[in-house]
């Protein structure tokens, strides 16, 4: 018997609400013995709330009694709303703890729960450990399309679209083996190579979509350029805070130094590198440069301080005149970036033309966005479906489509799933 579980899912208290979630076989027992009887489902109830070992009064407070199916986890659940106090939740807590067939809950085990009893599927769950976890406007309103179901609804209907394919294909073979069939004749369904490739290109539409990574990680900015190019002092004007030291020290900065933080509701990362030089670097200092090629490497855009021309060429890449105030900085060209940190002039300038450039690379407001994991089975998807584009063996393209079926069904966790959940749901909070 699944064992039932119960935590504390509000905030930490103190606090004037504290809730604690109970779900699983034993929920409306539970209820029954610390509230004396079980409340109408569904109904918020004023109860007083007793352990069972003594009786003593812990709460007066409301309770809902939630039976299952139709519940978030799809088991009997019930909440006790109580007084937020610390020494309230402590005794509630201890008194659930003690009482047979109960035990506290794991992270993100409630979710894992509606997950497994067909609540939620995979991707909708993935969609609710970002919304838990989004610190921007942005961020939350991708996370809650991909946790309503945007992507799973399409999803569903590709599924329904390859079955709906494969049962024409099963037809055409069938009548393949009454033998009327004429020489030369294609043994493969009319019009089944134009609907694999207009499937294929609305898969490719969604593949060709802003990714998930950048948004939730931030957009990566890079600053790179020599040594007292002014890297520091502009990371610190756009983080807005005194992250990095400055000095007039060629070298100071000899470690990568990233600072996450949101412009205009937009996440970026910052990263400050070590100056890259040559000659002239130490041992400590030549491992940073060596970090900092590694972190430019990785950057969504670099930001150049360096001489014109001269900033890696792999990446996007803006060339930034950082000291346009000081007389003697190296000059660049009228297309690149004039400011100074230090003044502050043109720093207005660099925000917005950054915010305009990331939320082109970034979904837009609502939009579903795929992470790694989805992208990988999306594109498999779409590969079986190019290649059936061109295949005349009516029993490989049959096998093309079963293995997009068994793509998609991993993608919202119908199979193949087990070796990534634990990594999953252990994102979440205890209680969720």
Known sequence: MTDTIFALSS????????????????AGATLCAMAGKLPPPRRATFASLRDPRDDTLLDRTMVLWLPGPGTATGEDSAELHLHGGRAVVSAVDTALARLPGLRRASAGEFTRRAFANGRIDLAEAEGLADLLSAETELQRRTAMAMADGALSREVNRWRDALLGLSARLEAALDFSDE????????LLPANFARDCAAL????????????????????RVVLAGPPNAGKSTLFNALVEHEAAITAAEPGTTRDVLTHAVALDGVPFTFVDTAGLRDEGAGEIERIGIARARAAAERADLILWLGPEGEGPQDRPLWEVAAQCDAPDAPRKSAS????????????????????????????????????????????????????????????????????????LDELVGRTGIEDMLDALFGRFCIGK
């Open 200 to 219: 294929a290109n609305e898969l490719r539409q969604w593949l060709d979509r802003p990714r998930a990574e950048p948004l939730k990680e931030g957009f």
């Open 336 to 407: 690149a970036l004039h400011l100074s940190a230090m003044t502050g002039e043109g720093m207005d300038a660099l925000r917005q033309a950054l915010v305009i450039h990331a939320k082109s690379a970034l979904p837009a407001p609502g939009d579903a966005a795929l992470n790694m994991r989805q992208h990988r089975l999306l594109s498999q998807v779409e590969e079986t479906l190019a290649r059936n584009q061109h295949e005349q063996d009516p029993l490989i393209a049959a096998e093309h489509l079963r293995l997009a079926r068994r793509a």
């Open 11 to 26: 905030g930490p208290p103190p606090a004037g609400i504290a809730v604690i979630r109970i779900s699983g076989p034993q």
């Open 179 to 186: 033998d009327d069939v004429g020489e030369g004749e294609s």
